[in-house]
T-cell receptor, first 116, second 110 residues
């Protein structure tokens, strides 16, 4: 399967704990995006990378959130000191910009976080 | 401020064409219109995109008005599996353009 994969698919944690999500994009894609989605809402943009460079962050990305894409391939999203309001689906997407790419985003199935 | 406006929900009978409108009156000259859909409990799925010409692929057709201030996504023969939330977005121009809004919840009735 060459789609976007995310791990874990589900995570239940207690308030105050740290959690980390991993995203493996489609291999030749140079952009990687993180979104958050709460019930009944559309996906909200968090941040994106062009190769290994983090180019943009949403104001939603508080200082408890950090994302990395160290070698321009997989990415991690870490949430420190989780709060109940962090409970959401965290979606990763990738795209190819330039060359033959037309910019559409390919999404993974998401990682659902529940903070108790 | 939202960059696109869509009706919150629509119904369509199975086998009929589903026409989903989107207003994007603040679109700039080089911004593409993208459509995605999200079936319950899945990640969003790309459908189609266009700049100013009408586009068609195996999933849908996209009609963009001449002034580019609105567009319509057409699913020519809707099936029950087309029940989903459909999002119209303008991905150009910063972080706001990458947020999806609430979309249109399309319900296909048997």
């Amino acid at each position: 399967d060459t789609g976007v994969s995310q791990d874990p698919r589900h995570k239940i944690t207690k308030r105050g704990q740290n959690v980390t999500f991993r995203c493996d994009p489609i291999s030749e894609h140079n952009r990687l995006y993180w979104y958050r989605q709460t019930l009944g809402q559309g996906p909200e943009f968090l941040t994106y990378f062009q190769n290994e460079a983090q180019l943009e962050k949403s104001r939603l990305l508080s200082d408890r959130f950090s994302a990395e894409r160290p070698k321009g391939s997989f990415s991690t999203l870490e949430i420190q000191r989780t709060e109940q309001g962090d409970s959401a689906m965290y979606l990763c997407a990738s795209s190819l910009i330039g060359g033959a790419g037309t910019g559409e985003l390919f999404f993974g199935e998401g990682s659902r976080l529940t903070v108790l | 401020d939202a960059k696109t406006t869509q009706p919150p929900s629509m119904d369509c009978a199975e086998g009929r064409a589903a026409n989903l409108p989107c207003n994007h009156s603040t679109i700039s000259g080089n911004e593409y219109v993208y459509w995605y859909r999200q079936i319950h409990s899945q990640g969003p799925q790309y459908i189609i995109h266009g700049l100013k010409n009408n586009e068609t692929n195996e999933m849908a057709s996209l009609i963009i008005t001449e002034d580019r201030k609105s567009s319509t996504l057409i699913l020519p023969h809707a099936t029950l599996r087309d029940t989903a939330v459909y999002y119209c977005i303008l991905p150009g121009g910063g972080a706001d353009g990458l947020t999806f809004g609430k979309g249109t919840h399309l319900i296909i009735q048997p």
